[in-house]
């Protein structure tokens, strides 16, 4: 049989150049990850575990890949000062070394590739690494996901000052860094996430002035809001922070209280402060998760968008497990690292075997209804503002500019006619899609890559359209989910076969005859498909 | 299930050539329904390098008349800029990309041939790699997102209707015509049809009894961080298409394409891979001023192909009111002129304004059946979806 030759324009034939080989790539080496990690080279595996911590300053000061909302303090320009305190907040890192575990720390995962319906080039599960230098491939029989968690965005007039600052990037900053530079914080949101957080900083010596909680009542641990209470901290349910001032940065965070109906009261009051800690939403880190095509569905129980999985931690992506805040956030965890740990273990018990076809133990219910909590405060905060301000802070995209679906003001749109093109426009027959309305008015298009805003917007459509959070899809997650310089993509080798052959669109000669000099016929025999071709 | 108010004509493909047809008919007063599966512009519409400089095809002229027009035209920005550069890292490309001049000076618009100096002055981001360059005094480039929706609103405002979430199941005719379109949402009536759908094309055509040969594929691109606007943002070359849009952003894409084998309906899945990085390395080679810039995202499109790549807009001879159009991989820029020729083919039985002999269905009457194989299009993906 005449086997013909394979299209030279395509992948067929083109070998993906892989750095390195190994059993088992761990992503995130926090409490889940380190258990998986150790407990899989116990069973034998070669493991690779990598972390992205210490982050270079320049990355936590563009909000990657927390909101750092530039609340570091000096010492965290000292690289080798933050590693060593890194592995010193966290015993079991050392333990991971000690048992030869190859630990690689300030390297980042951007991409997590596998084969699928519409992708046969991987030669298996690949991921894409990064440190400060270059960015590398890996190929991996398994991968344990154990990425974290990271806060829902909530704005207000101000919010884009030094000091306003993510739970989770205050927490790392202050527990495991001691780098964090706001003395005096008010919190927001009062969940047990919010609670815990305020109380971790209280241990480090920050002063929490104040919980600031939009509902009625708190919605978290009620022993833990009392310790808050001796403590001195202030609890303002059924407020609202209105507007954080400050000339430079955060100096004090006016706060109003919320009447019957959720609007804010005109009397409002400051509360000085040098940092605004938002705790409203603790999410689920699924960047790499979504962007690999694993399955992702609304978990409240969850916190949120999270992968789904079986007993044995496993997403749908075969060989691809999620384990720690990343598969899933609820009271009870944030509270127990053993309970991260545990699902560690369940990966590394599943390692190698045959999926099986139970699902994943269901977490106990939120304490609160997430959706309608999210989708007060944002209401609360962002809709009832009293000025316009950036919800997407990198496009500078304004709530009622991505409610009413405008072309981003750069374009400088004057229009004679009225096209009165809001979101229910949009709506047509399905809920409101954040990535239809991202290419449209550009909010979470930029840099940070929507991490302060995506849920924000998510809120906001979902207000706009009357529906649940629930029903609004997530914004995809897209590699690289680091934000990457081209410089450093250099390194990285492309096949020979492959680098001949850019020049041209598809590589189809017929393509690109002019039309006047087209055949009436084609056959693939009577095609001269000879001689160099380059598209336009 | 309440029945769907039918329409004298039903395009089914919410993308750009789909789209594009809805607005040209609807200016012209004809009741217009668009369906389309999921959102519109969702696919390889919404994905693409956003060129408008298609000297090859017979609808180069309208596509250059129309594109400067389109944003007053449509009542919606389109972010449309005009001219290109292409710059070239070697001799060789240098000879290669020249073929372009060439066949626009025969159509009557003029380019340069730019030396390393003028180059780096048209294309401040460029540096020492290059050897030279073109500059093209025709085409440009838009935004395919806001000419998607412009062009879906500005058909809203003649009274066209789109169907967003609208599957087409199946196609009922009665003498040799189709009248009833059938979706997962109910039937709709129509009085003439209009087959617009990508990569679906090919499965739908062949239930009207004469099937549109095409094969999808993949194709990815990347966009960094906005950068500072540089006087033209049309820069292609060093084996790359793309542009820097108008917020100063490079989006740019290129690199090998896997073929795929559709999954029988739906939304296909549309996977990046690690070319990410091949292609941001050649987007530092062709602007290395850029080379600090960071990738923010990187995407995939699929996209179809017919077997010589190039357009079929053409009636069916199996159903005399069905015109079939797909624009085989290079259909935004040319969108403007592909809706006006389906238009005209619809209304008037020709198009006005060129000679779109080309595009007919029966260049394929002798076409091999093993086309794909014998072209080597191999698909590498597995044909089973994975655990959904």
Known sequence: MNIPASDPKSVTGKPLIIDEKVDVLIIGAGAAGLEAAIGAAARGFGVLLVDENPVPIRTMGDDVPLHFGQGMAANARNRNAMTEAFVASEPRIEEAFETGIDVRLGTACWGLYANGTALGWMPGLVAGLADEERSFLIEAKHVILACGRRDMGLGFPGWEKPGVMGATAALNLATRYGALGPRRVVVLGSGTEALTTALALRETGVAIAAIVEQAREAVGDAALLLSLRHGGTEILTGHVVREATGRESVEAALVAVLDETGRPVPDERGIACDGIVLAVGATPVIDLIDAAGCKVTFQPERGGYAPTLDAGQRTSIANVYAVGDCAGIWAAKTRDRTIAEAEAARAVAALGTAAADDQAERPPSPEYDISGYRLAWVRASVVEARTEFHVCQCEEVTAREILEVRPPRNLDWQSERRNDRSLSTLLGEGPPNPDQIKRLTRAGMGPCQGRRCREQIAALLALGAAQPLSAIPLAGYRAPTRPMPLSMTAPVPEAPQQAEHWDTWFGMHAQWVPFWEVPARYTVATNDATGPVASE | ?388
């Open chain 2, 1 to 388: 299930m309440s029945a769907i108010k039918g329409a004298s004509v039903v395009i089914v493909g919410g993308g750009v050539t789909g789209l594009s047809a809805g607005w040209w008919l609807a200016r012209d007063g004809v009741d217009v329904l668009v369906l389309e599966k999921g959102l519109i512009g969702w696919e390889a519409s919404g994905r693409n390098g956003g060129g408008c400089s298609h000297h090859h095809s017979p609808l180069f002229a309208e596509e250059q008349r129309l594109w400067p027009l389109m944003d007053e035209l449509l009542g919606y920005p389109t972010e449309f800029r005009g001219e290109r550069v292409r710059l070239a890292a070697s001799e060789h490309q240098m000879a290669l990309y020249g073929r372009a001049l060439r066949n626009a000076e025969r159509q009557g618009f003029a380019s340069e041939v730019l030396d390393v100096k003028q180059a780096k002055e048209m294309v401040p981001l460029a540096g020492g790699t290059i050897v030279g360059g073109y500059h093209y005094k025709f085409g440009g480039h838009a935004n395919p997102h806001r000419t998607l929706q412009a062009y879906a609103w500005a058909m809203q405002d003649h009274g066209g209707r789109i169907l967003q979430h609208t599957t087409v199941t199946g196609f009922r005719s009665e003498g040799g015509r189709v009248t009833i379109v059938e979706t997962d949402r109910g039937s709709i009536g129509c009085d003439s049809l209009v087959l617009a759908a990508g990569p679906q094309t090919g499965r739908l055509s062949a239930m009207l009894g004469q099937e549109v040969p095409v094969q999808s594929a993949r194709c990815e691109m990347i966009v960094t961080e906005p950068l500072p606007l540089m006087p033209l943002g049309g820069v292609d070359g060093c084996g790359l298409y793309g542009r820097q849009t108008l917020r100063g952003n490079l989006a740019y894409g290129g690199g090998p394409h896997e073929w795929l084998a559709l999954a029988e309906q739906g939304t296909p899945a549309k996977p990046t891979t690690p070319l990410m990085l091949h292609i941001g390395k050649r987007l530092a080679e062709l602007l290395p001023k850029a080379a600090h810039a960071r990738i923010i995202r990187s995407w995939a499109g699929v996209i179809e192909n017919t077997p010589d790549g190039r357009p079929v807009i053409d009636r069916l001879e199996s159903q005399a009111n069905v015109v079939v159009a797909t624009l085989s991989s290079v259909g935004f820029g040319l969108s403007p002129a592909s809706g006006h020729a389906i238009r005209d083919l619809m209304l008037d039985g020709a198009c006005s304004f060129a000679d779109i002999s080309t595009f007919k269905l029966s260049r394929f009457a002798e076409l091999e059946p093993n086309w794909r194989e014998l072209q080597g299009w191999q698909v590498k993906a597995a044909s089973e979806a994975l655990a959904a």
